[in-house]
C-alpha cells in the first residue's frame, strides 16, 4: 500500500482506470475541484497512475486549468496561449519553464507586497491622514448641508449637541417638513 505522503509531506493522490481520484492522506475520493482548492490552500500533492505508477501531476494540473477557462474564469488570453503554443519545438522551449516560474515567483512576490502595503495603507501610514482629512470635510459638508435650510442656524455652523431652549413648536415642524423632503429626494435617487 502507498504512503499518504512522502519524505517531504507531498500528499499523494491516485487517479484510477474509472478516472477516480483518491486521496491517500484522508482516504477518501475526491475531485479535480478539491485538487484545484488544496492547490489555493498551498497544499503539495502528487498524481500517480494507480496502475503504472506514474506521475500524472502535470496532466492532472492542466486538466483543473481547463476546467477553469470553462468555467469562464479565463485568466490565459488567446495572444498568450498562441504564443506558448509557437514555443513549442524552439530552441528556446528549454527555457520556458523556468522563466515562466521566475515571472510567477515575482508576481507571488509582488502581490504579496502589494496587499501588505494596502493593508498599511490605511492604518497609520501615509494615507491615514488624508483618509482622516477627507472623513473630516465630509462630515463637516454633511452637517453643512443639514442645517442649511433651517431657521436660525448658518450653514458650516458647528453642530450642537442640545437644540436651543428658545426654539418655537413652528420651527420644530418646518424642520420635520425639510427632513421629510430630504427623506423623499433620497427614497427617490435610491430607486
Do not use: C, W
Request: aromatic content about 8%; glycine content about 4%; proline content about 4%.
Amino acid at each position: 500500500m502507498a504512503k499518504s505522503t512522502d519524505q517531504s509531506g507531498t500528499v499523494i493522490i491516485k487517479k484510477y482506470a474509472n478516472r477516480r481520484l483518491y486521496n491517500t492522506e484522508s482516504s477518501s475520493y475526491i475531485t479535480l475541484d478539491h485538487l484545484a482548492q488544496m492547490t489555493r490552500d498551498g497544499r503539495d500533492f502528487k498524481v500517480i497512475d494507480a496502475k503504472t505508477e506514474e506521475d500524472i501531476t502535470h496532466n492532472v494540473l492542466t486538466q483543473i486549468i481547463m476546467e477553469e477557462e470553462n468555467r469562464g474564469q479565463t485568466m490565459l488570453p488567446v495572444s498568450f496561449l498562441r504564443q506558448l503554443i509557437s514555443l513549442y519545438g524552439d530552441s528556446m522551449q528549454s527555457m520556458v519553464p523556468q522563466y515562466l516560474e521566475a515571472s510567477m515567483e515575482a508576481f507571488r512576490r509582488n502581490q504579496t507586497q502589494f496587499r501588505a502595503a494596502m493593508e498599511g495603507a490605511f492604518a497609520g501610514g501615509p494615507f491615514a491622514e488624508l483618509a482622516k482629512r477627507n472623513m473630516d470635510m465630509f462630515e463637516a459638508a454633511a452637517a453643512a448641508f443639514n442645517k442649511a435650510g433651517v431657521p436660525g442656524q448658518t450653514p458650516f455652523a458647528a453642530p450642537s449637541a442640545t437644540p436651543p431652549a428658545t426654539q418655537s413648536t413652528d420651527d420644530l415642524a418646518a424642520l420635520k417638513e425639510q427632513m421629510a423632503a430630504l427623506q423623499d429626494k433620497l427614497n427617490k435617487l435610491a430607486s
